[in-house]
């Protein structure tokens, strides 16, 4: 029966072939590592730099190139700044690729300090009116919030008169063990999030590939 | 290799193909294990159809996700906002989603709202290279700076562009990007105007710290997904994706209590002291 409804809706565009001839070449490296994987993972690497490639010049094309082009040669700069950046392939000359860098961290932090700063505020005052005004389970998760914030805190101070002090070292015990229970927490989601990617590589096979409709 | 060491070889290559085959079979056969609405998949249905409520509503859409269940969700999202009358601006941050996108205007928009006009009702910018300043513009007074759409028409050839200019211009933001957290910075606490986003599962936690005050809803897929779904009635792959989901789940639990009790009875004590 699996085989009829595999073979009356089985792709037939090349680009899926190959797409799950890669996938399956990935998959096998669970038994071990072997040639179909290598080639899987190397025509991978090779198309995604290839891919990088063409991306970077057609926004170089469309960012500067067309426009100067068009008369505009104030992106001329735009061009100059790109090229310095390659300067950071030479040993010698790696320090000219540092203005460019330095001025892009800078413009993108001096442009998110003022909005994070805002955003951070508003969520603190949304977290601190749960403990104040809530009531039930909001009270009771905001209280814990609170707790765990502040105690995890105490956790990561190292100085060593507040270590000495007994209530100080008892709260950084349960911070500890929030911290603990985080860290945790952040690792079952991290399995979870991997089961996804599984799950996306095993549709592109079952339904694009085999061509089930696996509408729910 | 010892005998033993092979059976352990064995033992771990069947635990991933029984966890493989556990979750690509309900893809196959969906299983239709029973399902409840969370709160959170509940309130971003409602902050769409509230949006869908007000006259001539504008949504902002950031159309990145470009692989798997997250880009035919995000693809869901526009024909359920566009089903209800919900006007779109759209941009991407991914090159690779760029042709996906390009063939839904083409082909899907037409069977899932025949009453729209491209410009008029729904506008595309693009795919547009760039980061944090992007973001900014595109919610700023950006007249000069996105001067045309996807294909090159000049913004005010399109009526729908020509009326946008700035952030206050849109009644709701739907975010389907991984770094939602960039766009957290230019959207403004309005409760007039939600935003909302599109999560993958190991986001979820980052999405909290913004929750609910700079972001309003999340979508945490895939399991949201499909109750997502299950609210609009739109027929998707997700509900048997999360079937899959949830046996796998269930296997690792299996393997973990597994795991334990052979370190709790020292068994294969003798294959890790080879």
């Given amino acids: 029966m699996l085989g009829a409804l595999v073979g009356q809706n089985i792709s037939t565009d090349p680009a899926i072939w190959l797409q799950t001839f890669i996938i399956i070449g990935m998959l096998t490296v669970i038994w071990k590592n072997n040639p179909i994987f290598r080639i899987a993972s190397f025509t991978v690497v090779g198309l995604l730099a290839a891919n990088s490639l063409c991306t970077a010049l057609d926004t170089i094309n469309d960012g500067a190139v067309s426009l100067i082009a068009g008369g505009d040669y104030v992106y001329v700069i735009v061009l100059i700044v790109a090229a310095m950046s390659i300067f950071r392939l030479s040993e010698s000359y790696g320090w000219v690729a540092r203005f460019p860098t330095a001025y892009i961290l800078g413009l993108g932090l001096s442009l998110a300090a003022g909005p994070m700063a805002r955003v951070l505020l508003e969520q603190v005052a949304a977290q601190s009116a749960l403990v104040i005004g809530g009531s039930g389970i909001a009270l009771f998760n905001g209280l814990v919030s609170l707790v765990a914030c502040i105690t995890t805190i105490v956790y990561f101070v190292f100085t060593s008169k507040i270590r000495r002090n007994p209530a100080l070292a008892g709260m950084a015990k349960i911070g500890r063990y929030f911290f603990m229970i985080a860290v945790g927490g952040l690792c079952g989601v991290y399995v979870v999030g991997n089961f996804q990617y599984q799950g996306m590589a095993l549709e592109y096979i079952v339904i694009d590939f085999l061509g089930f409709q696996a509408v729910g | 290799m010892s005998s033993t060491r092979k059976l352990v070889t064995y033992v771990n290559f069947g635990i991933i193909l029984?966890?493989?085959?556990?979750?690509?079979?309900?893809?196959?056969?969906?299983?239709?294990?029973?399902?409840?609405?969370?709160?959170?998949?509940?309130?971003?249905?409602?902050?769409?159809?509230?949006?869908?409520?007000?006259?001539?509503?504008?949504?902002?859409?950031?159309?990145?996700?470009?692989?798997?269940?997250?880009?035919?969700?995000?693809?869901?999202?526009?024909?359920f906002i566009s089903g209800l009358g919900i006007k779109w601006v759209g941009y991407s941050a991914s090159a690779a989603v760029e042709a996906t996108i390009v063939n839904m205007i083409n082909v899907d928009m037409p069977n899932w709202a025949p009453n729209f006009v491209y410009g008029v009702d729904y506008a595309y910018y693009g795919f547009i290279p760039g980061t944090t300043d992007i973001k900014m513009n595109l919610l700023a007074n950006n007249q000069d700076l996105i001067a045309a759409d996807y294909l090159g028409t000049p913004r005010g050839q399109l009526p729908l562009l020509a009326r946008v200019h700035d952030r206050f211009d849109f009644d709701i933001f739907i975010n389907c990007m991984d770094g939602f957290s960039e766009w957290a910075k230019w959207w403004p606490s309005r409760p007039d105007a939600p935003s909302m986003v599109l999560i993958r599962s190991d986001s979820w936690p980052d999405f909290l710290t913004y929750y609910p005050v700079t972001f309003s809803a999340g979508l945490n897929a895939p399991t949201a997904v499909a109750e997502f779904e299950a609210l609009t009635g739109i027929a998707g792959v997700a509900v048997s994706y999360s079937d899959g989901l949830t046996i796998v789940l269930y296997w690792t639990v299996v393997i973990i209590i597994a795991e334990n009790i052979v370190r709790v009875l020292k068994i294969g004590q003798k294959v890790e002291a080879e």
């Avoid at chain 2, 294990?33 to 409520?53: G, H, K, N, R, W």
């Fill in chain 2, 18 to 79: 029984i966890n493989i085959l556990g979750q690509a079979f309900p893809m196959a056969f969906p299983l239709a294990l029973p399902m409840y609405v969370t709160p959170f998949s509940q309130e971003f249905y409602d902050y769409i159809i509230v949006a869908s409520e007000k006259p001539d509503a504008v949504a902002f859409l950031d159309l990145s996700y470009s692989i798997g269940l997250h880009t035919t969700t995000m693809f869901e999202i526009v024909q």
